[in-house]
Each structure stands twice: as structure tokens, then as C-alpha cells.
């Protein structure tokens, strides 16, 4: 069953003791320490300073500076992504989400910010709402050549192999569920 951000969160946190030495807290106080104001200098600061993983600094960085996605509801977070002039682009994200769906019970869906990202044992894709006429859909494909609408993700984001554009519920199709269903495959 997907587990919901909350409770991804609280296994991190359980997690970080016996994997670091250090409790979530003791961690924030040697960052609060660095004296670092923006999520991605702390990020860098505790993976370059000491040696951890993406996933551990990023809560700890949202902890210190209290901006955890996970402070608001998962729904809440995604009916924010769609409000306003991005309204319209919804019916792209549900059609995307039900039909990763069907992949399996261990989908997990965890609404960020900006972004839902979804992830198996480890992340997949994302889909972002990024203006007000197109959804990008992030994929983890390594080892695919870019081709057609399969674009490489460049700078769009870096926890992703692959982009694809899209403007319309109707292109989410069969293609574009065949790259997603190889993303997962491979994420287990």
C-alpha cells in the first residue's frame, strides 16, 4: 500500500540515528550552526560537510528552516499546484496518477511543493505543473536515448533522466504510460 508522506517522513526520521550517530534534531543544531539561510546551501553544506545522503539532508534542511512539504496535507499541496491560471492543466495529473495506479499496490505518491513525485523503492518520475498551459512529466529512464518527445531533462530537474511536455489529458497515452511502467519496472 503507498505510504503517504507523513509516514515516509517519520521512517526517515526513525532511520537517521542508527544510520548517522545523530537524531534529527542534533543534526539541525549543526546546521542552525553553519549559519546557512537557503534549503540548497544547507543541502550541500551537510552532504559535502558530512557525508550524507541527498534524502537525509533535504529533511534536515526543510526542518531547520521549516518548510517541510509535509507540514500541509498531500491533497492540499496539489490542489495549490493547480490553482489560478494552472487550474486547467488538472485533468493531466489525474489521468497521469491513475494510470500509474494500475502499476501496482506500491506506488506512493508524495506531493511536494511544486511537484508530485512518485516513487516505488525509489523515485520514478514527477509531474509538474510547470506553466500555465503544460505538465512536465519527469522519468527515470537511464540508459534511453532522448528521442521524439522524449526529451533529456537538462535543467528541468536533476532527480530525473527524462522529461516529456504535456498540454493536454489526451497525451497521456499509451506511449507516455509504457515509459512510466519502464521507469517503475526498474525502480523496484
Known amino acids: 500500500m503507498a505510504k503517504s508522506p507523513q509516514e515516509m517522513e517519520a521512517a526517515m526520521v526513525a532511520n537517521l540515528k542508527s544510520n548517522t550517530g545523530k537524531s534529527v534534531d542534533q543534526w539541525v ?12 546551501e544547507v543541502v ?27 507540514d500541509a496535507a498531500p491533497d492540499d499541496l496539489i490542489a495549490a499546484q493547480y490553482a489560478g491560471a494552472k ?13 500509474v495506479a494500475k502499476f501496482g499496490a506500491d506506488v506512493e505518491l508524495a506531493p511536494k511543493k511544486a511537484y508530485v ?3 516505488r523503492a525509489k523515485q520514478f518520475a514527477i509531474v509538474q505543473p510547470s506553466t500555465a498551459t503544460r ?27 527524462h522529461r516529456v511536455r504535456i498540454a493536454a ?5 499509451k506511449e507516455l504510460v509504457g515509459w512510466l511502467r519502464q521507469a517503475y519496472d526498474a525502480a523496484g
Open 29 to 40: 543544531k549543526i546546521a542552525r550552526a553553519s549559519k546557512l539561510a537557503k534549503h540548497g
Open 44 to 70: 550541500a553544506f551537510l552532504k559535502a560537510d558530512h557525508g550524507l545522503g541527498h534524502g537525509y539532508a533535504n529533511l534536515i534542511a526543510h526542518r531547520l528552516l521549516k518548510s517541510a512539504a509535509t
Open 87 to 99: 487550474a486547467g492543466l488538472r485533468p493531466i495529473h489525474d489521468a497521469i496518477t491513475k494510470a
Open 117 to 119: 513525485s512518485m516513487r
Open 135 to 161: 505538465v512536465d512529466v519527469g522519468i527515470n529512464l537511464k540508459g534511453v536515448e532522448p528521442g521524439g518527445r522524449l526529451e533529456a531533462s537538462g535543467s528541468f530537474n536533476a532527480m530525473v533522466t
Open 169 to 173: 489529458a489526451k497525451e497521456v497515452d
